[in-house]
């Protein structure tokens, strides 16, 4: 397990109940930031990509009254916890998120995109020119130092950004590396010495299912 806490405890959980042994192993630590300049003036709905952008923006506005848009259900379910009334869920990747907006997001008004110091794509491209996207940082990862343990079977990469943290601990010894998108194994690269597995949608269910069967310590 590669990812931040506390999403790491949550997957590990999962992880255990379909009979695997997880090795929590954060690579990278979330940081909110709290200085994050919040204008809402002629925003007219919310786009998060993580359920860490959701945390962060409800930690700094009390404001629930928004539309919001999410990558995936997760993330969806995440905003639903704070108390957005109003979300809707892509159910994939940044591209359907982008689609997403043009198709539901009225064009007098902005999109405010709460999200990482350093995105792993950019939203406001992707929706332009139909829909003004503005991306605001409110929290950033920092690579723990942790090191990689000496003996698993697969790892789970969530993010770009634990890929590349990954891959900065490597070369591995041709074990499975398991990844929730093309993005993240393109991250990863060639000559980490794993054994890259995409799963077949970006989203974690889909991620444990290219496990495969319980035999790895991950």
Request: zero cysteines.
């Amino acid at each position: 397990m590669t990812r931040a806490e506390p999403g790491a405890a949550r997957t590990a959980d999962r992880l255990t109940a379909l009979k695997f042994t997880p090795v929590v192993r954060p690579l990278l630590a979330v940081h909110p930031i709290n200085d994050a300049p919040l204008d809402l003036d002629a925003v007219s709905a919310l786009a998060f990509t993580s359920q860490n952008g959701v945390a962060a923006f409800a930690a700094l506005s009390p404001g629930r009254d928004l539309p919001v848009f999410t990558v995936g259900d997760a993330t969806a379910e995440a905003a639903r916890g704070q108390g957005f009334r109003s979300v809707r869920s892509a159910g994939g990747a940044l591209a359907d998120l982008a689609a997403l907006l043009i198709a539901e997001v009225p064009r007098d008004g902005w999109v405010l995109a709460p999200g990482a110091q350093e995105p792993a794509g950019d939203l406001s491209a992707m929706a332009s020119p139909a829909i003004r996207v503005r991306a605001v940082p409110v929290y950033e990862t920092r690579d723990t130092g942790v090191a990689a343990p000496e003996v698993f079977d697969a790892v789970l990469v969530h993010s770009a950004r634990a890929a590349l943290a990954l891959r900065s601990r490597g070369p591995f010894a041709g074990q499975v590396a398991v990844v929730l998108s093309a993005a993240v194994a393109g991250a990863l690269g060639d000559g980490s010495g794993l054994e890259i597995r995409v799963a077949a949608s970006p989203d974690e269910s889909a991620l444990l299912a290219a496990l495969g069967k319980p035999a790895h310590r991950v």
